[in-house]
């Protein structure tokens, strides 16, 4: 994906320095949509973006509506199923603006207002307001010019209302880029994962199976390195090369090198930012390529497919994982799977 072309710099430099108006709205308040989880830290404050009900429902719409392709066929939920926790089930999607295959995984939308040390697979994108340029500009995904798009909403004679129901204090200025990123942002903050029997055994609602119990003991010894239980969020939002190869090919987009395509530091060659594992059952293929198309695949790698380069984490020097560990991880990670959230009907339009 690309992210440093200077026009598109330039404009998101601009839509950073005007504060969104609208009286600010607690997130219990959303009517229909998550309160935050009394177990998770409170939500990361965006003085730039304040989140509003109204904000919230004009990002929703524009989640699903396909006039933000340049096609007017893709929406962001053509490649976002919230069944499958806004992933999109394939390795590597085609159904983009051009009809080429993308290079990388559709990454899964999950409690992304805690992740505060970038987004994408590289960290590319630095919040959820910038989030949004590169897949609605790139010619393999949307294919929509993003200076275009607020005169093209307002051709459609449906958004008028909207966003002057969203941004009330900013009527005259009409619909803007800068509006239609703030609103994406807003219901991207809304889409919370906190309800899964892991959940429910935190806040003493349910006792754990014996299994469930032991795979947690596995998964503290062996995963919570990067996928962090502090938080209750399953990811340290930093970047990991967790030895999926030993060479890294400049093809592609160079996605083989990870975070160094953005930072150019030799020390984050082949790093991930590292997803997180709520609703892992539904997220399948995984991996920043989509290389392995089972959890039990994945646990097969760091079994005995780890690739050792100068950049693999040091949590993996050493590290093995017997068959009877691998069976009771497999366990205990169904216990993130958040069913209310795969159906919630408040996050659909």
């Known amino acids: 994906m690309t992210y440093n072309n200077l026009k598109y710099s330039l404009l998101f430099s601009f839509i950073l320095s005007a504060c969104s108006s ?118 393999d995904e949307m294919g929509q010019n993003v200076l275009e798009l607020p005169q093209k909403l307002e051709r459609s004679g449906h958004y008028k209302l909207l966003f002057e129901n969203a ?10 880029t800068q509006k239609i990123l703030k609103a994406l942002g807003q219901y991207l903050r809304t889409i919370v994962s906190a309800d899964s029997r892991y959940d429910q055994y935190i806040l003493g609602k349910l006792s754990l199976t014996d299994r469930e119990q032991r795979g947690l003991t596995v998964f503290d010894t062996k995963c919570a390195s990067c996928h962090s239980r502090d938080k209750h969020l399953f990811t340290d939002n930093l970047y990991h090369n967790i030895g999926l190869d030993d060479t890294f090919s400049e093809a592609n987009e160079r996605v083989e090198q990870g975070r160094y395509r953005i930072t150019f530091n030799p ?72 069913e209310a959230f795969v159906t919630n009907p408040a996050l659909r339009p």
Not at 76 to 104: E, M, P, W
Request: charged fraction near 20%; proline fraction near 6%.
């Open 22 to 139: 609208g009286d600010r709205l607690e997130p219990d308040e959303m009517t229909g949509l998550p309160a935050p989880p009394q177990h998770f830290p409170a939500m990361p404050e965006v003085d730039y973006n304040p989140m509003t009900k109204d904000g919230v429902v004009l990002g929703r719409k524009l989640f699903f509506e396909p006039l933000m392709s340049g096609n007017n066929k893709i929406s962001c939920a053509s490649c976002h199923h919230q069944d499958k926790a806004f992933t999109d089930g394939v390795s590597l999607s085609s159904i983009g603006f051009s009809g080429n295959r993308l290079h990388r995984n559709t990454q899964a939308i999950i409690n992304l207002a805690w992740a505060t040390n970038g987004l994408f697979w590289e960290g590319g994108s630095t919040n959820l307001e910038s989030l949004a340029i590169g897949p609605i500009t790139h010619l």
């Open 267 to 338: 020390d984050d060659m082949g790093k991930f930012r590292t997803p997180t594992l709520r609703n892992i059952s539904y997220t399948a293929p995984y991996m920043h390529d989509g290389r392995f198309g089972t959890l039990e695949e994945v646990l097969d790698h760091f079994q005995h497919g780890i690739r050792h380069t100068a950049t693999t984490s040091p949590y993996l020097s050493g590290f093995t994982l017997s068959d009877v560990e691998k069976d009771l991880l497999q366990v205990f990670l169904k216990t993130l799977d958040d």
């Open 167 to 176: 941004f009330p204090s900013e009527k005259s200025e009409g619909i803007t």
